[in-house]
């Protein structure tokens, strides 16, 4: 059985480290979902000026201070992707890669992803389409798969979709040459245009016309949108709807930082994280007293 920690955080961008922090220094246990390298989005950006105590630095140089203090508090972070969680009534239940986690209340920090589902995606979600190679590749031995890649570190995906038999066409929707080890078809330079089929996935459409025989299609972006991590979890927008202690309509699960709306800042994730933290703590407290 999976052992339970108090507070998984979901994401390792400003607004996960600081509740990773807060959280720890209330004493409790937690599992923090993400990235060495933090975040993209703090670790590229060039300079920062508005960071409190901060001024001038650049993202890698805030980044590496962000890591330092989680080495300091002994806070690790779990590389891999959240690709599911499940309420489960007094837990939740995650799934990361190929392995399953759970948690008496989760942080969900995982920052924005910009752009609108393709057409066709949330259609033939589960059913030819997925967000996790690692989870469902085995099911796709065999057969195709059209591998959407938004980051270059999705490249290991597509390298273990190979690795089982799967017969991969690999579009990298980012400027970086690709470095694939197993053998693919790559097709550089393409752009999706929609995901089609009766039922089930068919094929993928290419914005040139090319149309792709696929049994599969994974669309691997950094971020999952919210909505497709947790069934029922209500939204404003394409944010995540929460009340001034960061809670969501579901009751255990918070969110913070950028998925919860603008201002798109670092100090504002960090503040909510920190908000985020202390409600989680207050819950599980009120859990313990019942
Ligand atoms: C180029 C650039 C420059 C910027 N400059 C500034 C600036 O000068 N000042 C300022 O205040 N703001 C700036 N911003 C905005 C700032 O980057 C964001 O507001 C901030 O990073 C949000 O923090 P976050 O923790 O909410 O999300 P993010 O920083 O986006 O972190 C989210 C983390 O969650 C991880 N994640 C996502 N999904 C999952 C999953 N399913 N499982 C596990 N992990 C997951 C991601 O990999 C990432 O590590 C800038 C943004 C950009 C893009």
Redesign the pocket.
Known sequence: MAERTDIAI????????SAAITATARGRSIML???T??????S????????PGFYGKS?EEIAAAFNAHLGAMDISVTQ????SIYSMGDYFSMA?DSDVYEASTVIL????SFGRPLPGEDEHLGRGVSYCATCDGMLYRGRKAAVLAYAPEEEREADFLASIGVKVDYIPVYKDEPVLQNEMNIICGAQPESIEGEGKVEKLVLKDGTELEEDVVFILR???APDK?ISGLELDGNHVKVDRGMRTNIPGFFA????TGTP??????AGE?NVAALSAVSYIDGLSRK
């Open positions: 979901i994401g390792s961008g400003p607004a996960g480290m979902f993400g990235s390298a933090v975040s993209e989005k703090l590229k950006a060039h300079q920062i000026n508005n960071y993202g891999g992707k959240v690709g990361v920090a995982s920052g924005v950094s971020s999952i991590i913070a930082g950028d998925i798109y800042q670092y100090v504002k994730a994280g």
